[in-house]
């Protein structure tokens, strides 16, 4: 069984684990607990501040890939599709498979529902593995970030857009803070597993920013739960090195040749 077969067989028995990773040595941590590590463009305002994901290039996402990959034994690598790197059909081959080749990543991910429906299956046509993405979509979101499915509208369009990716063959959905009882009709009519960050317990799995989740990005937001406090962490340690360093206390000799 490959691991996109692996993952569907979870679907309706048990919960699949994802979080992001930008580098080798946090994702050999992750890849013992994850279903699917997905280096996100999330990088972008995580680790270079950032205001939005749309100034994310497509270099950024190759070089933190292939670091990642170095970390992956197991899980289901995944690697998000920049903005304006998917703008037609050609142009998301050409750098799909730049990004599959370059970092041997198992799938690409998109954001989007019914307006780029035919690039997507046009690259699952030409064997690239997709996961989709609906709900809050941070390539397009302007201003202010809400929860989605408030509205009628909304909500149809969501559910819309979800059944047309899983009829393009995506082989899972991230939804990302979608309204609570959404989630759990999109959930229950796909065969395929949806993945949560805001948007319940109904999903198949859950995914976050793993910066976030260790306390290493702190932002307010309601959907994160923060397991650790690794800034504070570092901070002890940094702080106990540089009162040994000033008191001469390292290196030892046990340090020197
Ligand atoms: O960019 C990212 O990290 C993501 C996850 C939050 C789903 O898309």
Do not use: W
């Not at 279903?35 to 205001?51: E, P, Q, R, T």
């Not at 994310?56 to 170095?70: A, E, G, R, Y």
């Not at 989709?132 to 909500?155: A, M």
Request: aromatic letters at 6%; a positive charge; charged letters at 25%.
């Amino acid at each position: 069984m490959n691991k996109f077969q692996k993952l569907l067989k979870k679907k309706n028995k048990e919960k699949i684990v994802c979080l992001t990773a930008y580098s080798k040595n946090v994702a050999s941590i992750l890849d013992n607990h994850c279903d699917i590590i997905l280096v996100g463009d999330s990088l972008g305002s995580v680790l270079y501040n950032f205001k939005s994901t749309r100034s994310v290039s497509l270099d950024m996402m190759i070089k933190h890939s292939k670091s990642v990959k170095m970390g992956i034994k197991r899980s289901l690598f995944v690697v998000d599709m920049p903005h304006n790197t998917y703008r037609n059909s050609k142009e998301a081959l050409k750098n799909a498979k730049t990004i599959i080749s370059q970092t041997k990543c198992d799938a690409v991910k998109l954001e989007g529902g019914a307006k780029i429906i035919n690039i997507v299956k046009f690259l699952i046509k030409n064997n690239i593995p997709v996961q989709g993405h609906l709900g809050l979509l941070p390539q397009s979101q302007k201003g202010k970030f809400n929860y989605k499915g408030k509205k009628i509208n909304e909500r149809n369009k969501i559910y819309k857009d979800a059944k047309l990716l899983e009829l393009a063959g995506v082989f899972s959905i991230v939804l990302e803070c979608v309204e609570s009882s959404l989630a759990k009709k999109i959930t229950k009519s796909l065969e395929i597993p949806t993945i949560g960050i805001g948007a319940s317990l109904h999903c198949d799995g859950q995914i976050l920013v793993t910066d976030d989740l260790l306390g290493l990005n702190f932002i307010n937001v309601r959907f994160i739960k923060q397991y650790a406090n690794i800034k504070k962490i570092i901070n002890n340690a940094v702080s106990a090195y540089s009162k040994d360093v000033r008191e001469k206390k390292f290196p030892e000799k046990k340090h020197t040749y």
